[in-house]
């Protein structure tokens, strides 16, 4: 079955904490992407691997953002120094068709 | 580059009233065209999909029609439910029918029905 794990699922963090998101797809995919949702508006698209390769990265993805897919499986997304802009729902989501399947996703909230 | 823009919320409709969320989108090339839902509480999910000009995509009684002359995919519903209450987001992917790429999402539209 195609499914998505996201943990955590919530995270409350202080502004200038470090913080790691981690993303598990149920089967293997070549293909996984990073999206971040702010409050009232849709997903938009951070990055995506190729197995351990990352491919592509937007301009939203700033040098504090880092994403990484060590074996090809899971991967995890992190922010250092975070700031209140920070503050989103950061999705994971593996091909499935021409779609995407997306996990629950992971609250973030910057204080 | 590619965009989605879809009629703004939120919109608020009685049970069996007829529902009509605009979307128009910008791509060059072919998209294939999405909506997803957000029900309150839970994860993003697809909707309903159409690969290629003329298609209609349909799903638990929504429908939606691919028009490259106007750029829409309208998303229709002929009687709404209480149970439609959510958030949905038209979108489109930039890669075409062969491959999975990224998704563009528009803002969101949210659906209040009342009983």
């Known amino acids: 079955d195609t499914g998505v794990s996201q943990n955590p699922r919530h995270k409350i963090t202080k502004r200038g904490q470090n913080v790691t998101f981690r993303c598990d797809p149920i089967?293997?995919?070549?293909?996984l992407y990073w999206y971040r949702q702010t409050l009232g508006q849709g997903p938009e698209f951070l990055t995506y691997?190729?197995?351990?390769?990352?491919?592509?990265k937007s301009r939203l993805l700033s040098d504090r953002f880092s994403a990484e897919r060590p074996k090809g499986s899971f991967s995890t997304l992190e922010i250092q120094r975070t700031e209140q802009g920070d503050s989103a729902m950061y999705l994971c989501?593996?091909?499935?068709?021409?779609?995407?399947?997306f996990g629950q996703g992971t609250r973030l909230t910057v204080v | 580059g590619d965009s989605v823009t879809q009629m703004e919320g939120p919109v608020t409709l009685s049970e069996e009233a007829f529902l009509t969320i605009n979307c128009t989108y910008t791509?060059?090339?072919?998209?294939?065209l999405f909506w997803y839902v957000q029900y309150p509480g839970e994860g993003l999910q697809l909707l309903l999909k159409?690969?290629?000009?003329?298609d209609k995509g349909s799903n638990k009684g929504f429908e939606a029609t691919y028009r490259k002359e106007t750029t829409s995919f309208h998303l229709e519903k002929g009687s709404v439910q209480v149970s439609d209450s959510a958030v949905y987001f038209c979108?489109?992917?930039?890669?075409?029918?062969?491959?999975?790429?990224?998704?563009?999402f528009g803002s969101g539209t949210r659906l209040s029905i009342r009983p």
């Open positions: 989501a593996i091909p499935r068709g021409v779609e995407a399947f």
């Open positions: 089967s293997e995919h070549n293909r």
């Open positions: 691997f190729q197995n351990e390769a990352q491919l592509e």
């Open positions: 791509a060059t090339g072919y998209p294939s």
């Open positions: 159409a690969t290629k000009a003329d």
């Open positions: 979108a489109l992917s930039d890669g075409g029918y062969s491959s999975a790429s990224k998704i563009i």
